[in-house]
């Protein structure tokens, strides 16, 4: 089936420190989407992507879709205490239908050192 | 903003029971999911519903049902509880034409 992969599953660094995710997969996505989750909480949208090569920023966060569309990477800057949490890719295949569901990676725990 | 409410936040229930969680998507969303997520687990998905009918399945055991009504809140219908059951069970909420899909806060689900 299809699979996002994200590694490492966790990462740590120092506040005010920037920090880059990946994600990757061996079948084509049409959408990217980065959500944030906390423990016990329902995954936060943090960007979404829809044309292959796109760059968007959110704040202090920056995801690119890949040329591709088999990947894509979000940046943090100037990291802060409350960007603790985990970090989930997802792609969509199709905007509607049987395709439309989301595929998520496995996560990345961010941990940030105060 | 109006988010998607879910509820309830959290359920306990015995093995064999059945369990019913509810979803109300944001206003004006018509297209709603059902996700299971596992401790330390990604989301997985179950099924969705657009307009009412049911527009994808994955993962979804046959003990399980759902439905999306005519004001386009959606139910999980769960029988036969198993301990794997266990988990937090999310809905989300997108436009057919916007694929942004929001998310609820879940509903935890315990079986013992």
């Known amino acids: 089936g299809q699979q996002l992969n994200q590694s490492p599953q966790s990462m740590f660094i120092q506040e005010g420190e920037d920090v880059s995710m990946n994600c990757t997969s061996s079948s084509i996505f049409n959408t990217w989407l980065w959500y944030k989750q906390d423990p016990g909480e329902g995954p936060v949208l943090l960007i979404a992507?829809?044309?292959?090569?796109e760059l968007t920023s959110n704040g202090r966060l920056t995801a690119q879709f890949g040329i591709t569309r088999k990947d894509s990477f979000l940046n943090i800057s100037a990291s802060i205490p409350s960007d603790v949490g985990i970090y989930f890719c997802?792609?969509?295949?199709?905007?509607?239908?049987?395709?439309?569901?989301?595929?998520f990676g496995k996560g990345i725990t961010l941990s940030v050192r105060p | 903003a109006a988010g998607v409410i879910q509820s309830p936040r959290h359920l306990i229930k015995e093995k064999r029971e059945t369990a019913t969680l509810k979803c109300y998507p944001i206003p004006r969303h018509d297209t709603v999911y059902w996700y299971q997520q596992g401790p330390g687990q990604d989301p997985q998905f179950l099924i969705s519903f657009y307009e009412k009918m049911q527009s994808d399945k994955g993962s979804i055991p046959d003990r399980f049902s759902a439905q999306q009504f005519s004001d386009y809140h959606s139910e999980l219908n769960m029988s036969s509880l198993e301990l794997g059951d266990s988990a937090l069970y999310f809905c989300?909420?997108?436009?057919?034409?916007?694929?942004?899909?929001?998310f609820g806060q879940g509903t935890r689900l315990t079986v013992v």
């Open positions: 997802a792609g969509q295949r199709e905007a509607t239908g049987a395709n439309s569901k989301l595929t």
């Open positions: 992507l829809y044309k292959a090569g």
């Open positions: 989300a909420s997108s436009l057919r034409l916007n694929t942004e899909a929001f």
